[in-house]
């Protein structure tokens, strides 16, 4: 047991911004640019840049996105139409996410994208009904007439490309992936000549007929790179970023846009000697030279290099430019959608909120720590292994704390742990929770759900959506936990399956943590500390680890 600080507090805005201060900066020659970006991961760390090159990043606020929100910018909800998309997908395909097939991979995607906006409006069609002329195919004519998006995916057959080709002149946007060379990309009414024709991902060697060039690089090798990490998040970004360059803004894509010199003077003014002890420290100056070589929306890759590098001094300098002063003058909410109802019973009596707790704080008494991760839906933290859950009531009335453990493989190849701590409140219906976290200098804030946990405790399910306001960065997700990491057995399949379809969650989006050499984790909790409530620990011998 460790002690526990009982002045630990999370600290608010308010306190934060009465200790800011005006500083005095010497020169920074680092700074390439007038700014920087954000990251995102799961729900921490959040940093103002990826790249001090505006050249290096895929939304800079470039002529097509300026010109887009020049003109439609002021416009209602009201009076925006929604946005056409048509998949198309070849007949029996295979996607790499779990050997899903691709047509349920988009039809997921088509609900996630409601999540967004609801008037973006995609309908998923098999390229069979390229090969008929029955309703069904003069019912896909019809869509594709007034379509913004054609999506391509693995659509191979010779007649499915004639009839694409006949039928999809006049859609402005078409983008193919895994399909025939035979099959052309276009962005924005303009021709992508690429070496293979058929594939976006494919390095562009020229725009055809189309004036923005530059900018159409910058959307097809963001598409591409997206595309290429084969995760749910990012096969919905990549229909985003058409979306957004071309027809109109997306609101969660405006923060990858830099705010310009407004943004660098504030750094300068608030934040001089942050910003000198992080370039005068090895570990915050890898940090950001690592985070300059990622893409800005590739989470493995930016939080990697922060869990990598973390330091005192990477976490002044973030709690200085985002948390006190507000440098990227950006905002951001806790997604409503979707709504995950809580479970509302346990062990055949109504939750209440004393009992919630006790599922959270899980094995950990008989065991030294409350649930494992199996497994998650964001990549960028569940590519982590050895993954623990801590949670427990503090010393102090009321109070109750979660505490994450995980490993990391550092970019140098070491091996070490991290450990973060996050207050907890209960909020108004029983199973639903408040957290929040300073992390790497940037405060977040959750919505957790308790989904389900089996009577046996042998597995739960806890759903959370979140924000870091000054970050202008919220998210959503997942964990499955049990007690000792491995999958639920066979026959909890169905009630899996069912808690994940509440979230909104498919099984083939689940990534997968290794828990297979977990060595020594920095576990225990402070001295003082309780456990459950209601449920007595012996209760849960029945299930063996």
Known sequence: MVEEEETLTMPTETALLKTSTSLRTPQIPIFKTAFPRLLRHRKTAFFPFSSFSYGKTAFRGGPKISAVLATKEEVTDETVRPVRIVALVGEGSVSPLKCAPWVDVMLHT??????????????????????????????????????????IVSITNLQSIKWVETNGEKIPNIICFDSSPALTNKLGGSFIDSEEKGNILSKISRTVQGKNTNESDEVVRTVSEAWDRHNSDDIRFCILVIINTYIRPVQ???????????????????????????????????????????????????????????????????????????????DAKIPEKPYVPPMVKFRGEDLCHETAEDLFVGWLGDLNWSWRVVAGQNPAYDQFPCQYQLFY???????????????????????????????????????????????NGV???????????????????FH????????????????????????????????????????????????????????DPPLGI????SLHSKIEVKDQNQFSV
Do not use: H
């Open 443 to 461: 405060i977040s804030n959750e919505f957790w759900t308790i989904v389900d946990v089996s009577d046996d405790f042998s597995w739960g399910l």
């Open 393 to 439: 009531r503090g010393k102090a009335r009321g109070s109750f704390w979660y505490e994450p453990v995980f490993q990391v493989k550092t970019l140098e190849g070491k091996m070490v742990w991290r450990r973060r701590r996050y207050r907890v409140k209960r909020a108004e219906i029983p199973g639903t929770f408040y957290f929040s976290v300073l992390d």
């Open 110 to 151: 088509a609900n996630r994208l409601k999540w967004v906006d609801e008037g973006f409006d995609m309908e998923v069609f098999s390229d069979k009904l390229c090969q008929s002329d029955d309703e069904e195919s003069k019912n896909l004519r019809r869509k594709l007439s007034n379509a913004d998006i054609l999506m």
């Open 252 to 330: 969660i894509l405006n923060n990858l846009r830099s705010k310009g010199l407004s943004t660098l003077n504030c750094m300068v003014k608030n934040c001089g000697p942050q910003i000198l002890n992080c370039l005068l420290d090895p570990d915050c100056r890898k940090a950001l030279q690592c985070l300059n070589n990622c893409s800005p929306v590739d989470q493995v890759c930016n939080y990697r290099c922060i869990a990598s590098y973390e330091s005192p001094n990477l976490e002044a300098f973030s709690l200085c430019v985002l948390q006190k002063n507000n440098c990227l003058e950006l």
């Open 526 to 529: 402070p001295d003082g500390s």
């Open 464 to 519: 959370y959506s979140g924000a870091a306001r000054v970050a202008g960065q919220s998210y959503t997700g997942a964990v499955l936990v049990s007690p000792n990491g491995e999958y639920p057995n066979e026959k909890e399949s169905g009630k899996l399956v069912s808690a994940l379809e509440k979230c909104g969650i498919k099984e083939w989006e689940l990534f997968m943590v290794d828990n297979c050499s977990c060595q």
